[in-house]
């Protein structure tokens, strides 16, 4: 008899719970979920650093369509000069930047007019 009872009272408070947690009013519904904003790989931009008489990074892999900006932080003057000829900065010095837009897909490769040595290659897909 007495669990008769307890299970009169637990069963009607079971079923107001229930009835509780769901709604069905717009305001009651879940937060809509945001998917996170993920760029494609170098969509914007990429950097190239000139420091210590090298480009850095020597080889960079980029989209069509991607800019690349390099920025001279050595003391001396550079240049960022494509072998084929398709691109040239002039005369780069301390702070100096340049900026090339890739269009089309291929392998650049560049160097500084004023030091041999600095070569590097910018592959676009």
Known sequence: MRHAR???LILPAMLALAACSGSSSPAASAAPS???SVAPPDAT???VTIASFKFEPATLTISVGTT???TNN???SHTV???DGSFKSGTLGKG???SQTFATAGTFAYHCNFHSSMTA???VQ
Do not use: E, I, M
Request: hydrophobic share 50%; no cysteine.
């Open 96 to 98: 100096g930047t340049f």
């Open 68 to 70: 690349v900006t390099w």
């Open 34 to 36: 945001v998917a996170p």
């Open 74 to 76: 050595d003391s001396a």
């Open 81 to 83: 000069t494509a072998d």
């Open 121 to 123: 290659t910018v592959t």
């Open 45 to 47: 931009g990429s950097a």
């Open 6 to 8: 307890l299970a009169a």
